[in-house]
């Protein structure tokens, strides 16, 4: 390394610590031990920011949930606010819209993240048995799909579904459906949610998914289907003892991720319902901000926040304990 | 995320599809397979690369397409002539340019932000075995994890007091809380795979523990700090839900949020061609960059340099 100059000199050299050297202990104890301080410095800008950018307003939403900041006026002159234990949550919790919206982003997320998961995994074992051409191609346009935003496609996939001059209701026509020319996807928010806003979230999840998982699959070593083969195993047996064995931990993490993501959906509906989405489109995602900011019910939306959170604590802690071991093991 | 950092935070872990690699391997085809199966598998990933393109393929057509076209009883699938007017439409609408711009400095700022203070976080977290070492590392995951819509009141109300709402300087700061974990969980995984020998010689050599991080660790992870920069400017550049809430001013808003609104402004509301071509331009600078250094692998420089 030409970076580094020799120093005849050779002043006395502190030892590293760290895992790859193996530190004695007795050496570890002493406070004064050089460069003991080095790794705590080196985190400490992370640490700060991150508690005044996260830590602070997570203390803050909690805070703000048993208050009753539920006008920019209290927000503005503290001096207004009261401390209202939970009764701030008895009312969300007593509100039925707020269980009609936790309830429809269930819906939405299990509809998206088995379809995704469905198709992100057949189209992964599709792109093992595919000519060479037919990979590229794919992989290629899986590329330019994962580069878009969320916002574009919330915006592309609007204009896709228009009731006047959209393709979808064309391509439908063109197929035989007569009845489907200028038909308005969003009227029924039922329609417009589970099949237009899950379209889009599905689409820009699958690049993801499928190149994600085809990655995955070629871990599993050749030889082992090959034996499968030859045993008589079917495909379908030789996927589910051989190969989904091994690509489960890839699996399951994904899985969570996908469910983490399609929970908190808010920008391709913002953009699909243009900035102004109907009560029927609320999701958690959605009504929090729509009660935060459209409503100015700072601590509402709180509650709601945590609600949020709390619901998707099984699935976070699991997808952080699943990151944490395959973390390790690297 | 899907539903909210549009990027769709990559892992670090994912590896990259190789196509080149598969070459060699189509032409060894297992004698079992027969060639009309194949020929099956590649019209299916065909058709389905073909549905998967064709909005993005929607959106290029339309902005080219003219007014008549657009106006059309029915949709065509190429245009009768070739119209760019929607792209005027575009760069005449004052705001455009301008809030690309901030786009660009909100992205940069953030992105070097980032950077800067997750390579230090990731040394440690790489190079040191320490007491709280496992807990950061937990809090870095968590903080990945929570919600942004969570915490986009509270920020906004913190940012509100510290006088930094409608600044630049506050969606920065807001972004660090997605890119430095981001920074920190990536890095580490590239800083790990340099040997310690390189740091160690360098310090025989008379190198300061310091000087090893900024002279050995630095250059050699500079390939891992391309990478995540670019994966952390995509998020940075494609987020939209934290600079719609901590933004107001016209002239201050980032493109995303540039595009919602022109999108569901009176006057272009219904204007598709226009829509398209912006949602298109806001895109492209990341297109490109993902285009460019989605395959972009780093190996072999470590080797050579042990060597060497």
């Known amino acids: 390394m030409s970076a580094i100059q020799s120093d005849p000199r050779q002043r006395g050299v502190e030892r590293l610590e760290g895992p790859v050297l193996a530190p004695s202990k007795g050496r570890r104890r002493g406070v004064t031990v050089q460069g003991r301080y080095i790794p705590y410095v080196l985190i400490l800008p992370a640490v700060i920011t991150l508690i005044g950018v996260m830590g602070y307003p997570l203390v803050r939403v909690i805070l703000l949930a048993f208050q009753n900041v539920n006008s920019y006026l209290r927000l503005a002159v503290p001096g207004l606010d009261r401390w209202i234990g939970f009764q701030g949550f008895s009312r969300v919790l007593s509100d039925a819209q707020f269980w009609h919206v936790v309830w429809r982003t269930f819906l939405f997320t299990f509809e998206v993240v088995a379809i995704s998961i469905a198709l992100g995994l057949a189209m992964a074992l599709v792109l093992n048995r595919v000519s060479p051409w037919a990979k590229i191609f794919v992989s290629t346009v899986l590329m330019f799909v994962w580069a878009i935003p969320a916002l574009v496609t919330g915006t592309v996939f609007r204009w896709l579904f228009a009731g006047i001059g959209g393709v979808i209701d064309y391509i439908f026509y063109l197929f035989g459906g007569s009845g489907m020319k200028n038909h308005d996807w969003f009227a029924n928010a039922n329609e417009g949610l589970y099949v237009v806003v899950a379209a889009a979230v599905v689409w820009g999840a699958l690049p993801f998914l499928v190149l994600g998982l085809n990655a995955a699959m070629t871990q599993v070593p050749k030889e082992l289907v090959e034996a499968a083969r030859v045993d008589g195993a079917n495909p379908v047996q030789s996927f589910r003892h051989v190969v989904l064995p091994i690509i489960r931990p890839f699996l399951l993490l994904c899985t969570s991720l996908s469910f983490i993501w399609d929970f908190q959906v808010f920008t391709q509906i913002w953009a699909l319902r243009q900035n102004s989405p109907e009560p029927g489109y609320w999701t958690v995602g959605i009504y929090l901000y729509e009660e935060g900011f459209t409503s100015s019910h700072y601590s509402t939306s709180s509650v709601i926040s945590i609600a949020m959170i709390v619901l998707m604590l099984a699935v976070l802690v699991a997808y952080i304990r699943q990151v944490v071991k395959i973390g390790g093991q690297g | ?308």
Request: with cysteine; proline share 6%.
């Open chain 2, 1 to 308: 995320m899907a539903g909210f950092t549009p990027a769709r935070a990559m892992p670090d872990r994912l590896p990259a599809a190789q196509p080149s690699r598969s070459r060699g391997r189509g032409r060894g085809r297992r004698p079992g397979e027969s060639r009309a199966m194949t020929g099956v598998w590649n019209a299916v990933a065909v058709v389905f690369g073909v549905v998967m393109a064709f909005p993005i393929y929607w959106m290029i057509l339309t902005t080219v397409k003219s007014n008549g076209d657009l106006l059309a009883q029915n949709p065509t699938f190429w245009p009768t002539h070739f119209d760019f007017s929607s792209y005027k439409t575009i760069f005449d609408d004052p705001d455009f340019l301008g809030n690309m711009r901030n786009t660009a400095i909100i992205t940069i700022g953030s992105v070097l932000a980032g950077l800067a203070v997750g390579f230090l976080a990731a040394i440690a977290v790489a190079r040191f075995r320490f007491r709280g070492r496992n807990p950061f590392i937990v809090a870095i995951l968590i903080v990945q994890m929570v919600p942004l819509l969570s915490i986009a009141i509270p920020l906004y109300i913190v940012l509100n007091k510290a006088g930094l709402y409608d600044q630049f300087l506050g969606v920065i700061l807001a972004y660090l809380v997605f890119t430095i974990p981001y920074v920190v969980w990536t890095l580490r995984s590239f800083i790990v795979n340099i040997p310690v020998e390189l740091d160690e010689a360098a310090m025989v050599d008379g190198c300061t523990r310091w000087g090893a991080f900024f002279r050995i660790i630095l250059p050699l992870s500079l390939p891992g700090l391309v990478t995540t920069g670019v994966y952390a400017w995509i998020q940075a550049w494609n987020e939209f839900v934290l600079a719609n809430t901590l933004l107001s001013s016209n002239n201050k808003r980032t493109s995303m949020v540039w595009l919602s609104f022109y999108s569901s402004s009176p006057t272009h509301g219904a204007d598709y061609g226009s829509q398209m071509a912006g949602a298109l331009l806001v895109s492209l600078p990341v297109i490109v960059l993902f285009v460019i250094f989605q395959r972009k692998v780093a190996s072999g420089l470590t080797a050579g340099a042990v060597k060497g």
